[in-house]
């Protein structure tokens, strides 16, 4: 009787072990993009933001009608580069309802706008126009 059970465990971590091999990272995706484009996200859902040549990635948690927002900001890494190593920054806020941050970097923005209750965030992203060089 033992034989058997070993048996399904045994194919049971196989087939697992096949199946993750095979996953693919799902980056996250927002509940709903707005009229204007940003994209809204409810508590504890991840998001991800690709602001020139950094990379962020957060999430925001409801307490007391405030969004309790957390977004690591670090290096966008090329993975089948030599020099993986990196350091990120750790940027913490308490928004109130409708209360907005922004997160940037030379080139590119976030807007970070807490909606109504907590109930979501609302992300929006742009590029900045490039810095003029002086002559001097």
Known sequence: MNKPIAALGLAAVLLAAIGFSEARPVPPQPVETTAAGAEL??????????LG????????????????????????????????????ARFRAVLAAQAQTVIESEEAAAT?????????????????????????
């Open 53 to 88: 040549s950094k990379h962020a990635v957060g999430h925001f948690a409801a307490e007391r009608g405030a969004c309790a927002l957390t977004v690591m900001l670090a290096e966008t890494v090329d993975v089948d580069g030599r020099d993986r190593v990196t350091t990120a």
């Open 112 to 136: 970070i706008t807490c909606g109504a209750a907590a109930e979501t965030v609302a992300v929006q992203t742009q590029a900045k126009a490039p810095a003029r060089q002086s002559g001097l």
């Open 41 to 50: 996200y409810r508590p504890h859902q991840a998001f991800s933001l690709k």
